[in-house]
């Protein structure tokens, strides 16, 4: 399958083959399989989101203890992970120094 270069903007989890003022946050080589299972992971993370926002007005429920935000910090990680396996030498070199991938 041939691969095609994407923008993806992580705070706005936004996959686009155009390149607009900001959303160039990374920049990978994909195919249309693999931006697929990247859009499935964005769509968990905003789920998990989602979720947190309602649990937010639980004041009895403490933020450490809270599956949705763990659900959503796993889901980014994940979606790094794929980015980077994705992505140009510039956007590995970024992810790297971040540092988000060590364990």
Same mark, same amino acid.
Request: proline content about 2%.
């Given at each position: 399958?041939? !691969?095609? !270069?994407?923008?993806?903007?992580? +705070?706005?989890?936004?996959?686009?083959?155009?390149?607009?003022?900001?959303?160039?946050?990374?920049?990978?080589?994909?195919?249309?399989?693999?931006?697929?299972?990247?859009? @499935?992971?964005f769509d968990e993370i905003e789920n998990a989101d989602n979720?947190?926002?309602?649990?937010?007005?639980?004041?009895? !429920?403490?933020?450490?203890?809270? @599956?949705?935000?763990?659900?959503?910090?796993?889901?980014?990680?994940?979606?790094?992970?794929?980015?980077?396996?994705?992505?140009? @030498?510039?956007? !590995?070199?970024?992810?790297?120094?971040? +540092?988000?991938?060590?364990?």
């Amino acid at each position: 399958m041939e !691969k095609n !270069k994407y923008y993806i903007n992580i +705070g706005t989890r936004e996959i686009s083959v155009n390149h607009d003022a900001n959303n160039d946050d990374f920049i990978v080589e994909a195919t249309e399989d693999e931006i697929l299972a990247l859009r @499935e992971v964005f769509d968990e993370i905003e789920n998990a989101d989602n979720r947190s926002f309602y649990r937010a007005h639980i004041p009895a !429920k403490p933020y450490h203890q809270d @599956e949705d935000n763990d659900d959503y910090d796993y889901g980014m990680r994940v979606a790094f992970r794929k980015i980077y396996e994705l992505g140009d @030498e510039m956007t !590995k070199k970024h992810i790297t120094e971040m +540092g988000i991938l060590e364990d």
